[in-house]
């Protein structure tokens, strides 16, 4: 059995899952939505705020044990993505063209960022964490008490909130999360990741990707949503739903204090997706 909690800070709201995976199954074992005192300060100068160490203590105190790795998502402004065409094969070609990559997109010196990379078919999707991110993270992972961390980036948690479900398996979709710091997309083709961007939140940038989803070129059969939408048109060709994250997860075992959140289950999207990418990422 492995176990993880995902979590996602947004301005003043904390949102944790924690997780279960027994033998290909996931378990929801914990949700919680709650407004902090204060929120996190990503700057590694500063010292992490005592209250907000305590309130995420008491909140992390009152999950089933035991927790496992904290997975974090990180929302926008805290890592850069982008998508580039592969030019070589080989795996140690790969990364260095990745690096290559990234020190031509990148303001600050690739030495200052953990560099990854997600290679799909001809194309790969890199990601840039600054190191200064990290520890910030690592900081409130000690204060915690805690020792194993794991960091994911919104469009790929965004990403697999939906691999339980399954709903990524058939046809081109998309799936869009808005909160108060930062809105992203992802788009999918017969299970495949063929587009991701991140941006502030606003009315343009949805309904600019409420019209990529519609295109009559390649258009989406199907757009899920999760977060804070705001209440805007779509195009009327556009068939949306709720994000139905929880929809391939054993939601047995939830205690009867946390079943109301489940009436909101797509609030949860990233946290759940930053839980199950570190499930996922343990897959031998």
Same mark, same amino acid.
């Given at each position: 059995?492995?176990?993880?909690?995902?979590?996602?800070?947004?301005?003043?709201?904390?949102?944790?899952?924690?997780?279960?995976?027994?033998?290909?199954?996931?378990?929801?074992?914990?949700?919680?939505? !709650?407004?902090?005192?204060?929120?996190?300060?990503?700057?590694?100068? %500063?010292?992490?705020?005592?209250?907000?160490?305590?309130?995420?203590? #008491?909140?992390?105190e009152s999950l089933p044990k035991p927790i496992g790795t904290l997975s974090f998502c990180l929302s926008g402004?805290?890592?850069?993505? !982008? %998508? +580039?065409?592969?030019?070589?094969?080989?795996?140690?070609?790969?990364?260095? !063209? +990745?690096?290559?990559?990234?020190? #031509?997109?990148?303001?600050?010196?690739?030495?200052?960022?953990?560099?990854?990379?997600?290679? /799909?078919?001809?194309?790969?999707?890199?990601?840039?964490?600054?190191?200064?991110?990290?520890?910030?993270?690592?900081?409130?992972?000690?204060?915690?008490?805690?020792?194993?961390?794991?960091?994911?980036?919104?469009?790929?948690?965004?990403?697999?909130?939906?691999?339980?479900?399954?709903?990524?398996?058939?046809?081109?979709?998309?799936?869009?999360?808005?909160?108060?710091?930062?809105?992203?997309?992802?788009?999918?083709?017969?299970?495949?990741?063929?587009?991701?961007?991140?941006? /502030?939140?606003?009315?343009?940038?949805? !309904?600019?990707?409420?019209?990529?989803?519609?295109?009559?070129?390649?258009?989406? %059969?199907?757009?899920?949503?999760?977060g804070d939408i705001p209440a805007i048109d779509p195009p009327a060709s556009l068939s949306l739903e709720e994000?139905?994250?929880?929809?391939?997860?054993?939601?047995? #075992?939830?205690?009867?204090?946390?079943?109301?959140?489940?009436? #909101?289950?797509?609030?949860?999207?990233?946290?759940?997706?930053?839980?199950?990418? %570190?499930?996922?990422?343990?897959?031998?």
């Amino acid at each position: 059995m492995s176990t993880a909690t995902g979590i996602h800070i947004s301005g003043n709201t904390l949102r944790v899952v924690h997780l279960e995976k027994l033998d290909n199954a996931y378990y929801l074992r914990g949700l919680i939505n !709650q407004r902090v005192s204060e929120a996190f300060d990503f700057d590694p100068e %500063k010292e992490v705020s005592k209250s907000f160490v305590e309130e995420l203590g #008491q909140a992390l105190e009152s999950l089933p044990k035991p927790i496992g790795t904290l997975s974090f998502c990180l929302s926008g402004g805290l890592y850069h993505i !982008q %998508k +580039i065409p592969l030019e070589v094969a080989g795996e140690k070609d790969r990364r260095e !063209q +990745i690096f290559w990559e990234a020190s #031509q997109a990148l303001i600050s010196p690739v030495d200052n960022s953990v560099i990854d990379f997600i290679a /799909v078919g001809r194309v790969a999707f890199w990601t840039a964490v600054r190191n200064g991110v990290i520890d910030a993270h690592e900081t409130l992972c000690s204060a915690l008490g805690e020792t194993h961390l794991h960091l994911s980036v919104a469009p790929l948690a965004l990403f697999c909130a939906g691999l339980p479900a399954r709903v990524w398996e058939a046809g081109r979709k998309m799936a869009i999360h808005s909160d108060p710091d930062g809105s992203c997309y992802v788009a999918v083709e017969n299970g495949i990741l063929i587009g991701v961007e991140t941006t /502030v939140p606003n009315s343009s940038s949805l !309904q600019r990707w409420f019209s990529l989803a519609s295109s009559s070129h390649r258009p989406c %059969k199907r757009v899920y949503l999760s977060g804070d939408i705001p209440a805007i048109d779509p195009p009327a060709s556009l068939s949306l739903e709720e994000y139905p994250i929880f929809l391939g997860i054993d939601t047995a #075992q939830l205690p009867k204090r946390d079943r109301e959140e489940l009436g #909101q289950a797509s609030r949860f999207a990233l946290a759940l997706g930053a839980g199950l990418h %570190k499930l996922i990422s343990e897959t031998p």
